[in-house]
Nanobody, 123 residues
Framework: QVQLVESGGGLVQAGDSLRLSCAASGRTFSSYAMGWFRQAPGKEREFVAAINWSGGSTNYVGSVKGRFAISRDNAKNTVYLQMNSLKPEDTAVYYC????????????????WGQGTQVTVAS
């Protein structure tokens, strides 16, 4: 069992940066692949980024490549999403998720979810 708590969201201007954090409980955090997803009002939940258990493999949706970076610190049971050059279309609730296998881009492949943190980018 893994419990996830996101933080770091907020209201920023276009071009600004934010770093989201996701703190995980449980002794087996280092064995989980972690993902970040987002959901804008009226839209489906969308894959953003994922990282494997060691941090050695990552994957991003095309719209954030070069702007966002996912990382993890297994000693702190935390995964991060550094978001740079934010755009209004990045506005959404951001969720972190965990799965006990390799990274995946499909939300229904992740068993554990946080409650989400709101990111709003003003133009």
């Amino acid at each position: 069992q893994v419990q996830l708590v996101e933080s770091g969201g907020g209201l920023v201007q276009a071009g600004d940066s934010l770093r989201l954090s996701c703190a995980a409980s449980g002794r087996t955090f280092s064995s989980y692949a972690m993902g970040w997803f987002r959901q804008a009002p009226g839209k489906e939940r969308e894959f953003v980024a994922a990282i494997n258990w060691s941090g050695g493999s990552t994957n991003y949706v095309g719209s954030v490549k070069g702007r966002f970076a996912i990382s993890r610190d297994n000693a702190k049971n935390t995964v991060y999403l550094q978001m740079n050059s934010l755009k209004p279309e990045d506005t959404a609730v951001y969720y972190c998720a965990a799965r006990s296998s390799f990274i995946h881009t499909m939300a229904n492949e992740y068993a554990y979810w946080g409650q989400g943190t709101q990111v709003t980018v003003a133009s």
